[in-house]
């Protein structure tokens, strides 16, 4: 069983994998710094150009030594730090004598994306050993499906919303199944996940309305309208926040479940109001973490822009601040999601104090 679930896993990741990848771009390493000189243009705007001896490390010309020309930018914001040993993203293109030219285009990041994925990985499995790969299999499934399902789904021009509803209901169902089972106690995870979710997406959605929200977070989304025509784009910030808060809201419903169902399991005598008063209290000590966990990584997700706005608070008054899109937006995903929580205790609570499959609870 536990080989079906690796290889299954190894399978959904090869799923999201992009096969299409344009081969103008490729991987290369650079070995040596050779020379620098003075450029003949951009003089105002560059300050001299490095070449560097890079070994092409895929495609056809894989184990190649290729010299490769870097500029330094009197901006220093522009420039990326090279140095010998970097793996980076070259660019290839055919020159008009029919030679391919190479340029850097990037650092490539992948190998520290591998390392970081490895330690998350191997500490998930040390802290939680199988129940810790079953839930790393439930991240994969539902990557996959959003991927595969609900992003080809919204670009196709279906609701965002009721796309993300499908996918929290199926994210839910995959990750409650393989943690909890199919017993009364992942039901009722699974039924106050999904209805914190949908009460947060409807909420996000009534207020966006009625905010005049567009959908269009920055000027730089306006520059993409013509691509995203037949998509409903307003709806997508109401899909974010059923997508957003779906993590925290399941959360919270598979913990008072779980705490809960141990509750009636060691005293089975107990009447219905008091394993739904024992669930409000366990409740109110989880949503004071939940709800500043999402708040704060919302926060965190545009501190860069929530920066600048600090920044320039004196040129622009609060009535202005609050009226930006991106801030309204950001202001609706965190009130929004944190309410899903909110609704996803009395919910889970209330469900979970009715007789279960394998409890001898009576409501009396």
């Known amino acids: 069983m536990k080989k079906i679930l690796v290889l299954f896993f190894i399978f959904l990741l090869s799923l999201i994998s992009f096969s299409d990848q344009k081969e103008n771009y490729i991987k290369g390493r650079v070995t040596e710094k050779i020379r620098s000189f003075q450029p003949q243009e951009f003089e105002d705007e560059v300050v001299r150009v490095d ?22 930018y009197k901006e220093s914001a522009f420039n990326i730090p090279m140095k010998a040993g970097l793996d980076v993203v070259l660019y290839t293109e055919i020159a008009d004598n029919g030679k391919n030219v190479y ?26 050993r199988f129940k810790g790969l079953k839930a790393i299999l439930a991240l994969g499934i539902t990557v996959a499906g959003i991927f595969k399902l609900f992003l080809p789904g919204v670009i196709s021009g279906h ?39 949908a009460f947060a997406g409807i909420l996000s959605y009534v207020f966006s309305i009625k905010m005049g929200v567009t959908g269009y977070t920055d000027i730089d989304a306006l520059n993409y309208a013509p691509l995203l025509t037949g998509i409903k784009i307003r709806e997508l ?19 008072i479940s779980s705490a809960l169902d141990e509750i ?32 704060l990584a919302y926060i965190g997700s545009s501190l860069f822009t929530v920066m600048l706005l600090v920044m320039q608070r004196t040129e622009y008054p609060i009535i202005r601040i609050l009226n930006f899109e991106f ?38």
Request: overall charge neutral.
């Open 51 to 72: 070449v560097y001896k890079v070994i092409i490390k895929e495609g056809i010309d894989a184990g190649k030594d290729i010299e490769v020309e870097f500029p330094i």
């Open 103 to 128: 340029y850097i285009s990037d650092i490539d990041k992948r190998n520290s994306m591998l390392v970081l994925s490895g330690i998350f990985i191997g500490l998930t499995f040390i802290l939680a």
């Open 159 to 197: 609701s965002p919303i009721l796309l993300s509803v499908v996918m929290a209901f199926f994210a839910s169902l995959v990750t409650i199944y393989l943690i909890s089972g199919f017993n009364h106690k992942g039901k009722v995870a699974m039924a106050g996940s999904i209805g914190g979710v």
């Open 237 to 255: 910030v109401s899909a974010g926040v059923i997508l957003g808060s779906m993590g925290a809201v399941m959360d919270v419903a598979v913990s």
């Open 264 to 295: 009636k399991q060691k005293n089975p005598e107990l009447h219905a109001m008091e394993i739904f008063k024992s669930g409000m209290n366990i409740g109110s000590d989880i949503i004071g973490t939940m709800v500043n966990t999402l708040i």
């Open 327 to 364: 801030m309204a937006v950001e202001i609706l995903r965190s009130l929004c999601g944190s309410i899903g929580i909110l609704v996803a205790v009395p919910v889970t609570s209330y469900l979970s104090s009715f007789k279960g499959d394998n409890n001898k609870v009576e409501n009396k």
